[in-house]
């Protein structure tokens, strides 16, 4: 048999395979700069802060600065009144005009303002009964000469409800208390436990939580590759990686 005389034609492959591995070279490229963004730009979305703080009776306003910026965005009040009638109050006050407490909705008690005592679990956001009193805050226990009263009376632990503004956007966050009312003696014991409060704004928070939904994804790109990237790094090599990507085929 003759064979055709000539040179093989082989120019078609190659210009095939290299238009190949030009192509999962830019896809491999590509891969690896999407990844490398998604890991720049994932990043918490809850500024949590523990605390072990005593609200002390008669020890003036504890600040409490959400996110940390110096100026503070709510106070926490514990008073009591030793002389004649004993008596003892304990609420949370708003520091800036804006800010606002998740409220009962209506005065918990004949001229004032109470504040919520939200459970675990509970969404703070734009739907929540916020209210504000510039004058006297929204009580929480108050323990007068006679009688007993506020939202706060009977619990242990629970959340404020908050809202606030930073450089000019309203944000939602949440502050822990533990609670310990002794009524024959009219003492409140408080404290402050931690607080929470997401960086997006205007999006709801969930007392209790101190992690945001995307928290796990820039520690994902520490992981070894998959074998998929590797495949393409390998096929990026050009010819003398074809022929590893073949073994590996094999």
């Known amino acids: ?9 082989t120019a078609n492959l190659s210009e095939s395979i290299h238009q190949q591995l030009t192509m999962y070279a830019l896809a491999a490229s590509a891969a690896g700069v999407g990844a490398l963004g998604l890991g720049q730009t994932a990043q918490a979305k809850i500024v949590y802060t523990p605390a072990n703080v005593n609200i002390v009776p008669n020890g003036g306003l504890v600040h409490l600065d959400l996110n940390h910026d110096g100026s503070p965005d709510f106070g926490l009040s514990n008073k009591l ?12 006050v708003q520091e800036a005009s804006a800010n606002e407490i998740w409220g009962k909705g209506r005065p918990c008690y004949t001229g ?23 004058k006297s805050g929204l009580f929480m226990v108050a323990l007068p000469h006679e009688g ?56 709801a928070i969930i007392t209790g939580a101190t992690k945001g939904p995307d928290d796990s994804e820039p520690t994902a790109f520490l992981n070894p590759p998959t074998p998929e990237p590797a495949t393409l790094g390998v096929l990026a090599m050009g010819a003398p990686g074809l022929s590893i990507w073949r073994r590996e085929e094999n």
């Not at 009144?81 to 949370?92: D, E, F, G, I």
């Open 1 to 9: 048999m003759n064979r055709p005389s000539g040179p093989r034609k």
């Open 81 to 92: 009144r030793t002389t004649s009638a004993s008596a003892a109050t304990l609420k949370v």
């Open 112 to 134: 004032f303002s109470c504040a919520a005592a939200l459970p675990k679990g509970r969404k703070v956001g734009p739907r929540g009964l916020f209210q504000q009193d510039p």
């Open 148 to 203: 007993t009263w506020g939202p706060w009376l009977n619990v242990k632990q629970a959340y404020l409800g908050l809202k606030f503004v930073i450089n000019g956007t309203t944000h939602f966050g949440w502050a822990r208390l533990k609670l310990s009312v002794e009524r024959t003696s009219k003492t409140i014991k408080a404290t402050l436990t931690g607080y929470a409060y997401e960086t997006i704004p205007n999006k």
